[in-house]
């Protein structure tokens, strides 16, 4: 168990023309499940690979603990890794390749047959793989092989697991109950775990704390509750939550706002310093997430913005919609049983304490 | 970085035999290319003559018959196998694909022993009692002996190396048709084409890299071409068959000139690692195209 | 025209039936072509095979005998009676030794230039591909003046050494290939399980290529066997293989061709035999790897 520490990392590939990571500094607190958030080339991977030593850094520094191992081979940082790609040995049983971390030369003190068997009998059951440990790699499926990659980490316990998105290829209902068995064994074990997934969801519930990453930089760190109640920048606020928040691009009149130039909202007095700190005058980013937007009669006196539902996404209980006013478009997130009909006008109502305030320019968060 | 050090470990025991049998050697011919030997004075010395032994290659006809030989050699054996080779892979590609074991078959005039292959181009076209040359003798088409008849032994060592090469065109090409992609053929299908044009638009094109390296390693074995040669001719009659190597072998371990005969290599390595340029640009083409 | 192409012509509903059977037709006629090309380039070595069953009379006849009763006295009078048994021993001492040294040296090697970023890289693969084409005549020389100057002429050591002038190149660069076909995300995995760089090798990857080396052994094998220039000039009678013996027994006059045929034969049968136990890496191998077979 240890706290892992990135210092000023960067790495290029192909000869300096790739940046995939631009100066991360990242402190990975001691026993904790951190998610690494971000969409496919963030640099995720890249960032698990410097940490395991599979790639070495171009610049900066990387600790566990008070120790630097930003020099040391793969095999002296004690890390488990699930790749992402499974990375099985194609020529050995799932059995074996689950044991095959615990057989390594230098763990041959460490680990008698029995116990080996033991634990690798124990971690397939875990992962309901058990029947499967007879076979060879390529006689599995795609989520078979991923479940045995994460086998092959969680059958010893490191300093830290990194998982490369350890249960993208499962289908949905074993990825559901996966991810409570990691969390799971990470609260049993207390072990660090870097967890990387392009599925904000995911991270949301997996997460003690998490980091968002986006072209090679840390876009936010923070708590799940932190980074979906105040998120840093307009990209972290279109990332994390579903569907993603709206952006509505603001007039600044005076103490108002104009919406659109259709409906105007008072402006609180902490964004309103802020404004003239940051020299904005004229215009403004104003978030809404979906969920925080009621249906009102368009007639109402509650009614901000007056639109007409162009689509209806039912998703089970909740229903989204795409209201269109003008040429803007909204989406709301409701009850089913509430939604209207395709075509139906309506009005929007919301709350500026709901409402997120971005500066037009740096797009980053105002109060 | 940490694992830099150790790299060496790994290529050091391959290093250091590279340097004893490959590079020392090479670099001991070069400096006997500088250098007069005679059967009186001892081996390790020799005299430094500059460069006398390239000039003296500069005027030496057999040195350019040499070339000459080879290309005469060289260029109707490859257009030969290049056209039987393809012809023969379209015609049994669809063979191949079900039983595999016709590639071994094919190959085996490829890979057997040169030196038996040169008996057997030796036995076959023997006037007297080879089934090929009696049959020559019979037609009218030779007089005496096909291998010591000047106007007629570069082609019977032709007519050998076509035997023992076209099953390697045929099998690499083979190798081609056989992994070709389906969807060109199905864009072909759909814009009408017939199937020549089909064949030269569509098949070729995608045939051509493993043209390209199939004839690339035979331009260059050409100049490696000595053990059926000496089984079949030993050079002759005259210089008549006497290619790059064979010739180089007569300076150096007949007539036991070791300078001239290092100043001869010399020419040969330089020559050749042009031609391995190519080869090994094409090599690196092809794999990047994969 | 080629099989693809045939595979893809269009056929319309009407014409399906003769199409197929037309097509069907020209498929038989392949088969019976390539059976004639097989019979074809078979022949000639074949023949030369019988004459070694043959007496010299049945050779020397002007009319080829077609029809005969074979004999062993070849092989007992050139492989017995004449000790050239010895040939066939020296033949294998050389090729498995040089073989043996090459892929224990060369292998490692391979396995650096797959995944090792070592400076100048390709032009060190550029040369090794430059010996590797160059004719033996080449280093033939200096290795002849450096063995003797060394003591080792007529001992096994010379033409194994100097076997190892295109065997260690070919296995750097065939194994390469092989290497290069792993992803190095088992590298990685291995060595993140707890296996240092050599045990990696040793435990993760070598069992991967296992099918490889064999080939790449095999096929060297049949490299070493075939040579014919070392095998000349840096024996002695005691140490020669058997390929650089028989153009030896080949005189302008009174050749005892049966006793050639015989020796022959002898010397390529083990080569057709490992023909066949490489079927499937024949492409890759003559190729160098550029295509994989």
């Known amino acids: ?367 | 970085m940490s694992s830099r050090r150790y790299i060496l470990w790994w290529v050091l025991p391959a290093a250091i035999l590279f340097l004893v049998i490959i590079l020392i050697p090479f670099v001991t011919a070069l400096t006997f290319s500088f250098r007069s030997f005679s059967f009186t004075s001892s081996v390790s010395t020799g005299q430094y003559i500059g460069v006398d032994n390239y000039r003296k290659l500069v005027f030496d006809n057999d040195f350019y018959n040499s070339f000459r030989v080879t290309f005469l050699y060289l260029v109707p054996a490859i257009v030969l196998q290049g056209i039987l080779g393809l012809g023969m892979a379209l015609l049994i590609a669809g063979a191949v694909r079900r039983a595999r074991v016709l590639i071994p078959i094919m190959l085996l005039p490829t890979l057997l022993t040169p030196v038996v292959i040169g008996l057997i181009g030796v036995l076959t076209l023997n006037p007297d009692f080879g089934v090929i040359g009696q049959l020559l003798k019979k037609w009218g088409l030779v007089q005496g002996s096909v291998l010591g008849n000047a106007s007629t032994a570069l082609p019977a060592i032709i007519a050998v190396d076509t035997y023992q090469w076209t099953p390697f065109i045929a099998v690499i090409l083979t190798a081609g048709l056989l992994a070709l992609p389906k969807e060109p053929y199905e864009a072909a299908q759909v814009d009408g084409a017939n199937p020549i044009q089909t064949f030269f638009r569509v098949t070729m094109p995608l045939l051509w890299p493993y043209f390209i390296v199939a004839l690339l390693i035979r331009v260059i074995d050409a100049f490696r071409i000595f053990d059926i040669i000496w089984v079949m001719t030993r050079g002759g009659p005259g210089t008549a068959t006497e290619t790059v190597a064979v010739y180089a072998y007569r300076h150096t371990f007949r007539y036991w000139d070791f300078g001239y005969g290092s100043a001869l290599i010399m020419v040969i390595f330089v020559f050749i690692s042009i031609l391995v340029e190519y080869l090994y640009k094409a090599l690196q083409r092809w794999q990047a195209a994969q | 025209m080629s099989v693809e192409a045939q595979t893809f012509r269009p056929i319309s509903p009407a014409n399906k039936a003769s199409a197929l059977s037309s097509r069907r037709l020209l498929t038989y006629v392949s088969y019976l072509l390539t059976a004639l090309l097989v019979v074809l380039f078979l022949f000639p070595w074949l023949w030369v095979l019988s004459l070694g069953f043959k007496t010299r009379a049945e050779i020397m006849s002007p009319n080829i005998v077609w029809f005969w009763t074979p004999t062993l006295n070849n092989y007992i009078e050139v492989l017995i009676n004449k000790g050239y048994w010895r040939l066939i021993i020296n033949s294998l001492i050389v090729a498995v030794s040089a073989v043996a040294l090459c892929i224990v040296i060369g292998v490692p090697t391979a396995y650096a230039f797959s995944r090792f970023p070592i400076p100048g890289k390709e032009s060190w693969f550029y040369m090794i591909l430059t010996f590797r084409m160059a004719p033996a005549v080449v280093l033939a020389l200096p290795l002849y003046v450096l063995f003797a100057r060394a003591k080792l002429l007529g001992t096994f050591g010379a033409p194994i050494l100097a076997h190892c002038t295109f065997t260690l190149p070919f296995v750097i660069w065939l194994m390469r290939s092989f290497f290069d076909d792993i992803p190095k995300e088992i590298d990685a995995a291995a060595m993140t399980d707890g296996y240092s760089r050599w045990e990696t090798f040793l435990y993760a990857i070598l069992p991967l290529v296992k099918s490889g080396i064999v080939a790449v052994a095999l096929f060297s094998i049949i490299f070493s066997w075939n040579e014919f220039l070392y095998g000349l000039i840096l024996t002695s009678d005691a140490t020669r293989p058997v390929a650089s013996q028989i153009p030896s027994l080949i005189r302008p006059h009174g050749t005892l061709w049966g006793e050639v045929c015989a020796l022959a034969t002898t010397a390529s049968l083990p080569v057709a035999f490992l023909i066949f136990a490489l079927q499937r890496q024949l492409v890759r191998g003559l190729s160098f790897g550029a295509i994989k077979g």
């Open chain 1, 1 to 367: 168990m240890a706290k892992i520490t990135l210092m000023n990392v960067s790495k290029h590939y192909k000869g300096g023309e790739i940046q995939a990571l631009k100066d991360i500094t990242l402190e990975i607190e001691d026993g904790k499940f951190f998610c690494l958030l971000g969409p496919a080339g963030a640099g995720k991977t890249t960032t698990i690979k410097l940490i395991a030593g599979i790639e070495q850094v171009d610049s900066g520094q990387i600790f566990m603990d008070d120790q630097e191992i930003t020099d040391l081979l793969p095999n002296q940082r004690d890390v488990a890794v699930a790749f992402e790609t499974y990375a099985l040995y194609p020529q050995r049983t799932v059995r074996e390749n689950l044991a095959f971390p615990l057989r390594a030369p230098i763990r041959k003190k460490e680990w008698s047959e029995e116990q080996i068997q033991r634990r690798v009998e124990e971690i397939a059951h875990l992962l309901g793989i058990h029947e499967l440990l007879d076979r060879l790699p390529r006689q599995l499926s795609g989520g078979q092989r991923q479940r045995v990659a994460l086998g092959r980490a969680l059958v010893r316990k490191p300093k830290a697991y990194l998982f490369d998105e350890p249960i993208a290829h499962l289908d949905a209902k074993l990825r559901h109950r996966m991810r409570g068995e990691l969390r799971r064994i990470q609260l049993e074990l207390g072990i660090t775990t870097i967890y990387t997934t392009p599925d904000q969801l995911e991270a949301l519930s997996l997460a003690d704390y998490m980091a968002i990453l986006n072209e090679g930089k840390i876009e936010q760190v923070g708590s799940p509750t932190e980074i979906y109640q105040r998120p840093a920048n307009v990209f972290v606020a279109r990332f994390v939550g579903d569907p993603p928040m709206n952006i509505l691009r603001s007039e600044v009149e005076g103490d108002e706002i104009s919406l659109f130039g259709l409906a105007k909202l008072s402006l609180p007095a902490a964004i309103r310093s802020k404004l003239t700190q940051a020299e904005i005058e004229k215009s403004l980013m104003v978030g809404v997430r979906p969920r925080d937007i009621r249906l009102v009669s368009p007639s109402s006196g509650e009614a901000l913005l007056r639109g007409q539902v162009k689509y209806v996404q039912v998703l089970g209980e909740t229903s989204i919609l795409t209201v269109t006013m003008d040429s803007h478009e909204v989406r709301v997130k409701m009850n089913t049983q509430d939604a209207p009909n395709r075509g139906e006008a309506v009005g929007l109502s919301f709350a500026v304490q709901d409402c997120h305030f971005f500066n037009p320019f740096t797009e980053k968060r105002l109060d």
